[in-house]
């Protein structure tokens, strides 16, 4: 179906969009620390990689669907939701009815998953409307906050005119600021790092609970399960593209202000505007506008606004033309187009009426401009808004006293994505058992690796027993020679430590007593440690969260920055002598992961190892405990010599269990200090 260009201020594609734009930063760069600048360059030049990748997806229509499948499977595993959960009975029920002029309202709630409530209006016409199926409108809300009434108190004027023009609107709280409030910002500001190693994302939640929102429409008999759109500003803008990505019932999708790209989010550090509901772990690191591209080639309109500084004009041209290069692969560049309204990050009368009429006309064939967006609108100054329904009247739960007991939205993110349970192997089963681990590893948490990291690269030299070698291009990281080397015929014994030498303390000590007569010593600083620390504001955690917008997380680094010291003090020293790793409480789990991946790693020692990715000081990969936890990976270490200074915890049981079925048992020991 052929549709008019939006007349309001169509964004103009092509060659002169970067010359009509510069890139558009969220606040200065911080070079408050030594390693600052090289991190923010490396993370830039890792943008910059991942966004260029995107040319591969446009090659020819077959291959983009040919690899449909894979990509749909990928998404909705960096979403949390691959496998896909069981469709359990929604549980709906309706605890009261308004009436209005011309429209009713559903107060609603349903169950995503069980005891996961999401709280709802459903606006519909007064009288069930002209008779037979309507179409339905899936609205997400965005981040406003209005206390127990739910955010979708605030957007009620356009289920309103949804409503008076035949439409069933379903307007749904987010997780975070919906009558049931649970957190958004779990590495923004609340340090849950273990947000990463769950493969936990907010957006997956928002995603799901609009699925299962779809489902709740298509079930009712006024709906027209062929006719279902999906629009939603800011948050909402984001969570439209998380559901109609993920669900092909969604035949049109309106984002208004939704989404940036990775070279905005990363380089120009956009992401310090944003809550982690606006982004997936990029697992799989995909240039970002493919989630856009995943809508192709149903009917998406692409809305903003030209001074939004969270979703700025430079990234919101690149999409939208990657956007036009992906809907024309299948025919259809006249069912993509965008809009962009002058002023800030607001819904302006622009917006709802290209929003409004981009979904008439695919869902009800009627392209005629909208004259009456304005009807019913929310007035007032931010401090006394005056809405067309008070907002009390409006909550699906009245009183504190009604919210169901056993709600798990406070609690979801210890729930939405499944842990592995990892069962010890059997003597027979353990080399399958330790390769079918490794390789999802690799797979999901240790992707950015080579098949083979390559040994560092020495650089600069310091003092006397200082280095600086260079682990990765745009990576270097500070070498410390704790021992004389032995002259002659060589050391016997490499052993590698791993932590800050200049808060080593008692660390440094026992390292260089583990070492005897004939062995060399030395301290790995990696990234962010020591000579290369960066500065680190909590919010917003820039580093540590871009890092997961590009597939990897800072102590996924560190581990390749410890293998590649290994492999380049082992290639110093003739290739042939051992080397042991040693680290104490998070660089311990550093230094087991390190052996793990690499073979040219003979033994580890660690004092004091963190027993849990759970733990908030323990290191974090994506995704390992969608895999495994600490102790299946310090099993697969066997048969090599473990061994571990400390207390003999419970959990390291089931690393013994694992050395026995290994036929290793004498290789593992726990050494009370």
Known sequence: MNTPRYCFLVILLGLLAAARHHAQEYGPPDRGAPGDEMIQAYLAAEATRLHASFTNDVRSPADWESRRAVWREEYLYMLGLWPLPARTPLHAAVTGTLEGDGY???????????????????????????GGRLPAVLYVCGHSNQGRSGNKTAYQSHGIWFARHGYVCLMVDSLQLGEIAAIHHGTYRENRWWWHSRGYTPAGVECWNGIRGIDYLVSRPDVDPERIAVTGISGGGAATFWIAAADGRVKVAVPVSGMADLPSYVTNRVINGHCDCMFLHNTFQWPWTRIAALIAPR????????????????????????????????????????????????????????????????????????????VDLVTGDPKNRLYPIPLDRLRVFPQESDIPRDELNTAIDRHFVPMASVDPPTARSFPDWKNTLLAELRRVSFRTFPERIPPARWRARGQAAEAHIETEPGIAVRLLELTNAPAAPGPTRLLLGIGDADSGGSFIGMLR?????????????????????????????????????????????????????????????????????????????????????????????????????????????????????VPDALGMLAPRPLRVLGPADKPLEKTAAIYVAAGAKDQFTVQAE
């Open 104 to 130: 009713r309202v559903d107060l609603v709630h349903y169950q995503s998953r069980p005891r996961l409530y999401v709280t709802g209006n459903l606006y519909r016409p007064a009288g069930g409307g002209a």
């Open 513 to 629: 007593g583990l070492g005897r007569p004939g062995e060399a010593v030395y301290l790995c600083e990696p990234r962010g440690m020591g000579a290369t620390r960066w500065t680190e504001k909590n919010p917003p955690n820039y580093v540590k969260r871009s890092h997961a917008l590009l597939g990897s997380t800072v102590d996924t680094g560190r581990v390749r920055d410890v293998i590649a010291a290994a492999r380049a003090l082992r290639g110093r020293h003739g290739g042939q002598v051992p080397l042991t790793v040693v680290g104490e409480g998070a660089a311990a789990v550093l230094a087991a992961y390190a052996a793990l991946l690499e073979p040219e790693i003979s033994g580890a020692v660690l004092r004091r190892p963190l027993l849990t990715h759970m733990d908030a000081a323990a290191p974090q990969f994506l995704n390992v405990l969608r895999v495994c936890d």
């Open 299 to 374: 009917a998406q309109l692409f809305a903003n606004s030209d001074a939004d500084r969270i979703f700025p004009m430079d990234a919101n041209e690149r999409v939208i033309a990657r956007l036009e290069r992906v809907y024309s692969l299948h025919g259809r560049s006249d069912w993509v187009d965008a809009v962009v309204s002058i002023g800030g990050h607001a819904y302006r009368q622009d917006l709802r009426q290209a929003a409004y009429r981009f979904i008439n006309a695919h869902l009800k064939h009627d392209p005629r401009p909208v004259d009456d967006s304005e």
